[in-house]
């Protein structure tokens, strides 16, 4: 007996989830001989079909009970000609029949869609007699195993490919295929039971320009004529770069590249190196989970196998990448107290809130509106397959009506259709980044007692996430349960006051930091090591916690049980993540800081944003483009990995270069000037020895140097690093 349980997970920026295709497939698929035997009358379904239909009649294309219309006539009339091709011998008639797909072989072991040969179908453009032209018109027709072997198919489907002409809709197809089935194997299916669905079919016509699509590429044309004449001029005409022209500047690639490829090698107190290996391994994490999605859910010919590896421990790792964004969340907080703190310490306690709103939505939006332009304008015309568009992780026709939430950042409660559903993660940031003054100013004139509000605060958004979750019975182990996954996913996943977790935890140990600022924390051997052996076990609990409880499991978990892991988890990863940076900047980190801080780290962490917005696109690409079955197995995800993601981070350079550094770089010689006077230097810390600053110490964590910001090459990844945070607080010092 051959089990399955097709396992997809909402994973990383969308939601984690387990799921099956419905308890019955758990209990397998059983054949006996007279099942098998039936199902090889339709395992070469094209011969069968044209065997039994040399001469369709116009009642063979039409639903029972419906008029014919024009388009009936034309799909019969070009059924006419092909039948007539097959009897004469033509070529392209034979095409038609050699594209389509069978059952599979294999079926026992999983291979349950058979993509037939999609080029083939679509390249047929035959002219006929009577003036026309016949087009090839490819589908996929879901056969159910259930009707046609009994209870012995489960639930399952077995999609193989079929191919008609253009002019014939799916419902002519289904019509035709209907027959075929009862005449061969005497299956009668209902009237809600569809064989050809029209958003399976791909011909060779596509959909002319709109005028989004124009738009995007005159947006796109323009910043690359901008950036190529200015990098044109940078490189044969300007020998000094300091006579640059400043708006040449911020549009040179040949600029912007060395800004962005400008590596510290030597260690720097004034910034906390090792967030840029954080910020890269999170964003890896993030990338690797959602390939993951891909491969499993790509038409792979061993699909039962699927269930073993969802027994893994290593599918742990996969599923509960949700916590990535928990670090990026926990980075941002972190910042967000460390840099103004120390700003509001320089302003005595003033902060320019509307200027640090401004900056922020600048630096954000141009990345976000190219991005929903590249998703819902651009990528249907970048390429076609079998499956291009029909298994997007989103359908992007939602920005139709709903673009204008995911740029105002409220996406998550306004709506339950997003853009992009991957931009949550932005929209819970920027909400708590307009939130984060009123927790400055409570911190900053209270102190230790402003600190203990917000860790009541936090504890207490973790006592309503907890309630919530016993009282609608919430179950990521069971699916979702009492509201379903869906529900499971919007109110645990993408509203803020369920996420803000992480990113309250890196707001308090920012402020922790900013305390103990010029001050060295000796620890005895034994302390580092309880300090790391706590970290560790955290991140380990957090990840491995609900293994034992997973798919294919026989232990069961209360909805009390898991209410604590969820409320805890977000609590637990960001403090061991604390530890981490904490051991890092005070010295005790040994081979994880060497790893974390290392240089390699830092052009991926200011490519990160842009690498984050665009990694789903190369891989609805790259999966859409699929035109022939696949084998899952974790080497062969890895592949997949390493080319999707080589391809993400090409993207994000000319996004970056294009569309960030130029909107970066635009916006610091547009606004007023956000830095206070320089002041005189003070040698007292280079000569004093009593004064040396301890590597943690935050008031030497000054952002890079200030030419960067000229140059466009502040980094807006997620989240944002703390130079592009300190120059948009710092503008209270001016005003």
């Given at each position: 007996m051959a089990k399955v349980s097709v396992v997809i997970l909402i994973f990383g920026l969308v939601v984690t989830r387990a799921l099956d295709f419905g308890p019955e497939l758990n209990q397998g698929i059983e054949l006996?001989?007279?099942?098998?035997?039936?199902?090889?009358?339709?395992?070469?379904?094209?011969?069968?079909?044209?065997?039994?239909?040399?001469?369709?009649?116009?009642?063979?294309?039409?639903?029972?009970?419906?008029?014919?219309?024009?388009?009936?006539?034309?799909?019969?009339?070009?059924?006419?000609?092909?039948?007539?091709?097959?009897?004469?011998?033509?070529?392209?008639?034979?095409?038609?029949?050699?594209?389509?797909?069978?059952?599979?072989?294999?079926?026992?072991?999983?291979?349950?869609?058979?993509?037939?040969?999609?080029?083939?179908?679509?390249?047929?453009?035959?002219?006929?007699?009577?003036?026309?032209?016949l087009l090839g018109k490819y589908c996929l027709a879901s056969l159910p195993l259930q009707q046609l072997l009994g209870n012995a198919g489960r639930m399952l489907n077995v999609q193989t490919a079929v191919c008609f002409p253009s002019s014939c809709s799916a419902t002519n197809m289904d019509t035709l295929l209907r027959r075929v089935l009862k005449q061969l194997v005497g299956l009668e299916l209902n009237a809600n039971q569809n064989l050809v669905s029209e958003n399976s079919c791909k011909t060779s016509e596509r959909e002319a320009y709109d005028g989004g699509t124009i738009a995007a590429i005159v947006i796109l044309s323009v910043f690359g004529g901008a950036v190529l004449l200015s990098t044109l001029y940078d490189y044969f005409v300007c020998e000094d770069q300091k006579k640059l022209p400043a708006l040449l500047k911020v549009f040179s690639a040949r600029a912007n590249s060395r800004s962005l490829f400008r590596i510290t090698t030597k260690p720097n107190p004034n910034m906390i190196e090792c967030l840029h290996g954080l910020r890269g391994m999170s964003l890896i994490w993030v990338c690797f989970g959602h390939d993951y999605i891909i491969g499993i859910t790509s038409p792979n010919i061993n699909l039962y196998e699927v269930y073993t590896w969802a027994k893994t421990p290593f599918m742990d790792v996969i599923k509960e990448g949700v916590f990535a964004v928990d670090s990026f969340f926990f980075i941002s907080g972190l910042l967000v107290a460390m840099v103004a703190l120390r700003s509001m310490e320089k302003a005595k306690g003033k902060l320019n809130i509307p200027l640090m709103y401004l900056h922020r939505y600048l630096r954000l939006t141009p990345?976000?509106?190219?991005?929903?332009?590249?998703?819902?304008?651009?990528?249907?015309?970048?390429?076609?397959?079998?499956?291009?568009?029909?298994?997007?992780?989103?359908?992007?026709?939602?920005?139709?009506?709903?673009?204008?939430?995911?740029?105002?950042?409220?996406?998550?409660?306004?709506?339950?259709?997003?853009?992009?559903?991957?931009?949550?993660?932005?929209?819970?940031?920027?909400?708590?980044?307009?939130?984060?003054?009123?927790?400055?100013?409570?911190?900053?004139?209270?102190?230790?007692?402003?600190?203990?509000?917000?860790?009541?605060?936090?504890?207490?958004?973790?006592?309503?996430?907890?309630?919530?979750?016993?009282?609608?019975?919430?179950?990521?182990?069971?699916?979702?349960?009492?509201?379903?996954?869906?529900?499971?996913?919007?109110?645990?996943?993408?509203?803020?006051?369920n996420r803000a977790s992480g990113w309250l935890v890196g707001f308090l140990f920012g402020y922790f930091l900013h305390t103990i600022r010029g001050k060295t924390i000796k620890l005895s051997r034994p302390a580092v090591w309880v300090?790391?052996?706590?970290?560790?076990?955290?991140?380990?609990?957090?990840?491995?916690?609900?293994?034992?409880?997973?798919?294919?499991?026989?232990?069961?978990?209360?909805?009390?049980?898991?209410?604590?892991?969820?409320?805890?988890?977000?609590?637990?990863?960001?403090?061991?993540?604390?530890?981490?940076?904490?051991?890092?900047?005070?010295?005790?980190?040994?081979?994880?800081?060497?790893?974390?801080?290392?240089?390699?780290?830092?052009?991926?962490?200011?490519?990160?944003?842009?690498?984050?917005m665009g990694h789903l696109l190369i891989q609805n690409l790259n999966g859409g483009r699929t035109r022939v079955n696949t084998y899952f197995s974790n080497y062969d995800i890895m592949l997949r990995f390493w080319q999707d993601f080589g391809f993400s981070v090409l993207l994000a350079y000319v996004m970056y270069i294009l569309i960030e550094a130029p909107c970066g770089g635009l916006?610091?010689?547009?606004?007023?000037?956000?830095?206070?006077?320089?002041?005189?230097?003070?040698?007292?810390?280079?000569?004093?020895?009593?004064?040396?600053?301890?590597?943690?110490?935050?008031?030497?964590?000054?952002?890079?140097?200030?030419?960067?910001?000229?140059?466009?090459?502040?980094?807006?990844?997620?989240?944002?690093?703390?130079?592009?945070?300190?120059?948009?607080?710092?503008?209270?010092?001016?005003?």
């Open positions: 006996d001989a007279q099942d098998y035997q039936r199902l090889n009358k339709v395992r070469h379904l094209s011969e069968q079909f044209f065997s039994h239909y040399k001469n369709v009649t116009l009642d063979d294309l039409v639903p029972q009970g419906r008029l014919p219309t024009v388009s009936d006539l034309q799909c019969y009339a070009d059924f006419a000609q092909l039948t007539a091709g097959l009897t004469t011998g033509s070529l392209w008639a034979y095409r038609m029949i050699d594209s389509w797909g069978s059952i599979p072989s294999g079926i026992l072991k999983g291979h349950l869609k058979d993509l037939g040969h999609y080029d083939e179908c679509i390249d047929i453009e035959q002219s006929m007699a009577s003036g026309s032209t990345i976000v509106a190219i991005s929903i332009l590249l998703y819902w304008k651009i990528l249907p015309y970048l390429g076609d397959g079998p499956l291009y568009g029909n298994w997007n992780f989103d359908s992007y026709d939602r920005c139709e009506g709903n673009w204008y939430w995911t740029l105002l950042y409220i996406q998550n409660y306004a709506t339950d259709s997003e853009c992009l559903a991957h931009t949550w993660y932005l929209a819970i940031d920027m909400q708590l980044y307009i939130i984060a003054p009123i927790l400055l100013i409570v911190v900053y004139k209270w102190g230790k007692k402003g600190a203990a509000a917000v860790l009541l605060l936090l504890l207490g958004l973790a006592a309503y996430l907890f309630s919530i979750i016993v009282i609608n019975n919430y179950s990521l182990v069971g699916g979702g349960g009492g509201g379903g996954p869906d529900d499971y996913s919007e109110d645990l996943e993408h509203y803020t006051h300090g790391w052996i706590t970290c560790l076990a955290l991140l380990f609990t957090c990840i491995f916690a609900m293994y034992p409880y997973g798919i294919g499991k026989t232990n069961t978990l209360s909805s009390v049980s898991e209410a604590f892991y969820v409320s805890l988890s977000r609590i637990a990863w960001p403090l061991g993540l604390s530890w981490v940076v904490f051991a890092c900047v005070q010295g005790y980190g040994g081979l994880a800081n060497s790893f974390l801080t290392s240089p390699l780290w830092q052009p991926l962490s200011k490519l990160s944003f842009c690498v984050y916006e610091s010689l547009i606004l007023p000037n956000r830095r206070p006077a320089p002041q005189p230097k003070v040698q007292a810390a280079e000569t004093s020895p009593e004064i040396i600053p301890s590597p943690v110490d935050p008031e030497k964590q000054a952002p890079e140097s200030s030419a960067a910001a000229s140059d466009g090459a502040v980094a807006s990844a997620p989240p944002l690093d703390s130079k592009t945070q300190l120059q948009a607080i710092e503008g209270n010092e001016t005003s």
